[in-house]
């Protein structure tokens, strides 16, 4: 791992090669060094023991320089008005080295048009004894998803800079857990974005009610496509294949004319007529029937249900429709009512405001976004007012027959049965460990560290 200088002896240098070495490992371990020269031979890959085997053995060598201690790793982040170089100078180096390290680092990336909370690892080493300055060692800023810039001292004390790039492949990943805190949560502790979690959470919203139905140890399972570094971080996600939440299971399918939809076990269409809950997130406040009005203080009918939600929170269409109403309705304020088919309709109370475009005559499709809570009329907070109505009578929207969706036949379900038995295959493996779950695969992968040279 020593730098080749051919007019130079190469041992000479060793112990103060390794004092760089030390830096640029500890900040970059599980990273993939993409050679920049053509010429530059490729490294044999290490895995991770011996990856750390280095480390230690380079801040063994790194203990042994007088007048400092061994280098140690500093996490820092940038602070609302920071400039990179005040971000830089708090690891307790001089300003000047902080301004030579940020001035370095300007022929990689924008150190001018830096973002509050942007966050870099830097190696100090400390001066033993009273008296005396810390000295940067090394530095590691990440750029983007798979890639990241570095700095490491070199034998003769000038910084180097270092362009890293993970490699991405694509996989499928099989995720499955517990549900502790919430599903957001637990699903990204294998893996999944936040991207892919509300996907799940949309796809649940015909049958399941996030606040009511689930509890802390309900089990979940995931398959979706992502791209993912060697490291094991997801760049991107694709769609999910499979969702399970306490045994409802629903699979991804390309019917014949190019639409796709999601389907449970027996090839039913699992997109219900109408949404359970037409905002994310939110939970039921109040339900539907005779209580005491908050703002006027006497019993009377509450004919709808609900939900306590932040202001500003999108409110979804619970079907596909037509707008009936967007406007003002006393005491209901911003009211939006959506006509579906068969004589159903739904009606949104208490929004702040309307979604662009959103007048009556206007089409909308099953989770568009068509409002936002509010507190507009007689409200005492931010909430949403949902009313379901059935051929001009309310209808309580807890538990309401509402009708179901298409079931595959012929063709179709066959094609359907086979990518079941294909998805199904891949919970069985992973269930026995055949298949492990590639999340972990990813954590594990072999590294090879390689120089880029500027």
């Given at each position: 791992m020593q730098e080749f200088d051919p007019r130079r002896p190469t041992?000479?240098?060793?112990?103060?090669?390794?004092?760089?070495?030390g830096g640029i490992c500890a900040l970059a371990l599980g990273w993939k060094l993409t050679a920049a020269e053509a010429t530059a031979p490729t490294p044999p890959p290490m895995d991770a023991a011996a990856i750390v085997a280095l480390q230690h053995e380079a801040f063994a060598q790194a203990e042994a320089q007088p007048g400092f201690t061994r280098p140690e790793n500093v996490a820092v982040k940038v602070l609302p008005g920071d400039t990179l170089e005040a971000a830089v100078a708090r690891t307790g180096i001089p300003l000047e080295e902080a301004r030579?390290?940020?001035n370095t680092l300007g022929a990689a990336m924008d150190t001018v048009h830096i973002k509050a909370g942007m966050t870099f690892d830097a190696a100090i080493a400390r001066p033993e004894g009273e008296g005396g300055q810390a000295?940067?060692?090394?530095?590691?800023?990440?750029?983007?998803?798979?890639?990241?810039?570095?700095?490491s001292r070199t034998f003769d004390g000038a910084l180097r800079l270092r362009e890293m790039e993970e490699a991405i492949r694509d996989e499928t990943t099989v995720a499955q857990g517990q549900i502790h805190g919430s599903l957001y949560e637990s699903a990204a502790e294998l893996?999944?974005?936040?991207?892919?979690?509300?996907?799940?959470?949309?796809?649940?919203?015909?049958?399941?009610?996030?606040?009511?139905?689930?509890?802390?140890g309900d089990e979940f399972k995931l398959i979706f496509d992502r791209k993912v570094t060697e490291s094991g971080r997801t760049v991107e996600?694709?769609?999910?294949?499979?969702?399970?939440?306490?045994g409802v299971k629903f699979y991804r399918?390309?019917?014949?004319?190019?639409?796709?939809?999601y389907f449970d076990e027996d090839g039913k269409n699992v997109r219900g007529f109408l949404l359970r809950t037409p905002v994310d997130g939110a939970r039921?406040?109040?339900?539907?029937?005779?209580?005491?009005?908050?703002?006027?203080?006497?019993?009377?009918?509450?004919?709808?249900?609900?939900?306590?939600?932040?202001?500003?929170?999108?409110?979804?269409?619970?079907?596909?429709?037509?707008?009936?109403?967007?406007?003002?309705?006393?005491?209901?304020?911003?009211?939006?009512?959506?006509?579906?088919?068969?004589?159903?309709?739904?009606?949104?109370?208490?929004?702040?405001?309307?979604?662009?475009?959103?007048?009556?005559?206007?089409?909308?499709?099953?989770?568009?976004v068509i409002a936002y809570v509010g507190s507009?009329?007689?409200?005492?907070?931010?909430?949403?007012?949902?009313?379901?109505?059935?051929?001009?009578?309310?209808?309580?929207?807890?538990?309401?027959?509402?009708?179901?969706?298409t079931i595959l036949a012929g063709a179709e379900l066959n094609a359907f049965k086979a990518k079941k038995g294909r998805i199904d295959a891949l919970l069985a493996a992973n269930a026995t460990g055949e298949g492990a779950t590639k999340l972990a695969a990813a954590e594990t992968d072999t590294v090879q560290l390689a120089d880029l040279r500027r």
């Open positions: 041992l000479r240098y060793a112990p103060r090669l390794m004092v760089g070495l030579q390290a940020v000295r940067l060692v090394g530095l590691s800023l990440r750029t983007g998803p798979a890639t990241a810039v570095t700095l893996g999944a974005t936040s991207a892919v979690t509300a996907q799940v959470v949309k796809l649940f919203a015909h049958k399941l009610d996030f606040q009511r139905d689930i509890k802390a996600t694709g769609e999910v294949e499979y969702a399970e939440v306490k399918f390309e019917r014949k004319d190019g639409s796709v939809d039921i406040t109040s339900t539907f029937g005779r209580r005491r009005h908050p703002v006027l203080g006497y019993t009377r009918a509450h004919q709808g249900v609900d939900f306590g939600a932040g202001a500003g929170t999108p409110i979804l269409s619970a079907g596909d429709g037509v707008i009936v109403e967007a406007r003002r309705w006393g005491g209901y304020g911003n009211w939006v009512r959506v006509r579906h088919a068969n004589g159903w309709e739904t009606g949104y109370a208490h929004t702040s405001r309307f979604a662009k475009g959103i007048r009556a005559g206007v089409r909308v499709k099953q989770g568009q507009t009329g007689l409200s005492t907070g931010p909430h949403l007012h949902y009313e379901v109505w059935r051929n001009g009578q309310r209808v309580n929207p807890i538990g309401a027959k509402v009708p179901q969706g």
